[in-house]
């Protein structure tokens, strides 16, 4: 589906639509999610900037329901990969088929995979060799497969959202980096504190959920996406998030010296694009007009945590990504001076 351009009093609608979104959406996903507001905004932030999105935690802290519950929320084609380590790509992009015709003769017909669908839930993705998780690459940077020399198109809007278990849990396989900087973002999920634990136990074992009712359309969101990317920013806000994604490489002059000893290998210019483009949604959901040094600064962990490579050095230290991160938010000013 496509969208035409919008007029300033169509973009002045849409703004309004998504400020006054968030609640409705928060109430929503209520009915089914306890507590991970942060998650919740994160993987917002990731729909309404087009962006796709990693979902990281251990078994049972609702990954998967979150990822469909949002794909009702905005009323979009959902499909569920559930990635194993017998899939093979064709399983995810289609196949073709030899089929007899009505008129006796026999031909070859494309039959499309799970992954023609606007939300795709690549459910466990890192218990998939990396050669199956590849065939996610094209659709997720063109948004189409090619198949036996064919290019096929993907409807739009297109998301890929994958869970995947802590890479050092037995039977995974860890994530290409070419696609884990395919990812906007790579939430962490964590345990809930003990009272919305109890929340979920008490309500989960006493009544079945409410039915999520859809809020959005295809067409919506796709004028999401245009109304993000014309949020402005100004050139100081831009350049620290340049700053920020350029100080996570060793070996460059003006690079820190604890990302030389705990870094080595870091983001790239993709990395800068998201939290600018991130920062935009999120100043838009928050009601703002446009983006402040505060929103690049929420987005560092997400943007980062799954761009930078530590070094042996740092692991043998047990310092973690999510250390350097916070280093890095403390020792990269906002100005550039």
């Known amino acids: ?7 300033l009093e169509e973009e002045a609608r849409v703004v309004e639509q998504i400020r006054t979104g968030r609640e409705q959406i928060s109430r929503e996903l209520s009915k089914v999610i306890v507590g991970q507001q942060d998650v919740i905004e994160q993987l917002l932030i990731c729909l309404f900037a087009g962006g796709h999105c990693l979902i990281t935690g251990a078994p049972g802290l609702a990954k998967t329901l979150l990822v469909s519950s949002v794909a009702r929320v905005f009323h ?5 990969i559930q990635f194993t380590p017998d899939l093979m790509p064709a399983d995810i992009t289609g196949t073709e088929i030899l089929e007899q015709s009505e008129d006796g003769r026999r031909q070859l017909q494309f039959v ?13 993705i890192n218990r998939t060799p990396p050669k199956t998780q590849a065939a996610l690459l094209e659709a997720m940077q063109e948004h189409q497969v090619t198949a036996t020399g064919r290019r096929h198109k993907l409807e739009e809007p297109f998301f890929v959202l994958a869970t995947q278990n802590p890479i050092e849990m037995e039977g995974t396989y860890p994530l290409p980096e070419a696609q884990l900087d395919r990812f906007m973002f790579n939430v962490m ?3 809930l504190p003990k009272e919305d634990e109890l929340a979920v136990v008490l309500r989960t074992t006493s009544s079945r959920p409410e039915a999520i009712e859809p809020l959005f359309t295809g067409e919506d969101v796709i004028r999401f996406h245009e109304a993000v990317r014309k949020v402005p920013i100004a050139n100081e806000v831009g350049a620290y998030a340049v700053r920020l994604s350029a100080s996570t490489r060793p070996g460059r002059e003006g690079t820190p010296d604890f990302i030389d000893n705990w870094v080595s290998w870091g983001a790239g210019t993709r990395a800068a694009q998201t939290l600018v483009l991130g920062a935009k949604a999120r100043a838009l959901l928050n009601g703002k007009a446009h983006v402040s040094m505060d929103d690049i600064r929420a987005l560092a962990h997400p943007t980062l945590r799954h761009r930078v490579l530590l070094s042996y050095k740092a692991e043998a230290e047990g310092i973690t990504i999510e250390n350097v991160i916070d280093q890095l938010l403390s020792n990269v000013s906002t100005s550039a001076s």
């Open 112 to 124: 499309k995979g799970p992954i023609f669908a606007n939300v795709i839930l690549a459910d466990e």
């Open 189 to 191: 999920i964590d345990y």
């Open 76 to 80: 979009l084609h959902f499909q569920r």
């Open 1 to 7: 589906m496509t969208v035409e351009t919008m007029s």
